[in-house]
């Protein structure tokens, strides 16, 4: 069993910042991508910004020189920092991690339950 836990959710005024961060546990032999995807009211989910193993990564156009991530492979944990927050920024935050397991010669995907972040006055 894989779990994948977000925390560092809240309410936080524009120009604010937040940081994410996510853990994932289980029987984990090692992770690929690892990223994080949002979803707002009415619209479709959306990433944010994923990172291979190797350190390669990739931001939204909307999120580039605002958020970072970052990985800890050895503590199986991404986060995101973000910075000079928008109220576009409200949505609920998704980890996500592809994995393989101990018993899986291919990775499976798994999402984290979300994390709501709200930036407003």
């Known amino acids: 069993q894989v779990q994948l836990v977000e925390s560092g959710g809240g309410l936080v005024q524009p120009g604010g910042s937040l940081r994410l961060s996510c853990v994932a546990s289980?029987?984990?032999?090692?992770?690929?991508?690892m990223g994080w995807y949002r979803q707002a009211p009415g619209k479709q989910r959306e990433v944010v910004a994923v990172s291979t193993r190797s350190g390669r990564i990739n931001y939204a156009d909307s999120m580039k020189g605002r958020f970072t991530i970052s990985r800890d492979n050895a503590k199986n944990t991404v986060n995101l920092e973000m910075n000079s927050l928008k109220p576009e920024d409200t949505a609920v935050y998704y980890c996500?991690?592809?994995?393989?397991?101990?018993?899986?010669?291919?990775?499976?995907?798994?999402w984290g339950q979300g994390t709501q972040v709200t930036v407003s006055s």
């Open positions: 289980g029987s984990i032999r090692s992770i690929n991508t």
């Open positions: 996500y991690a592809d994995i393989y397991t101990w018993s899986s010669v291919s990775t499976v995907g798994y």
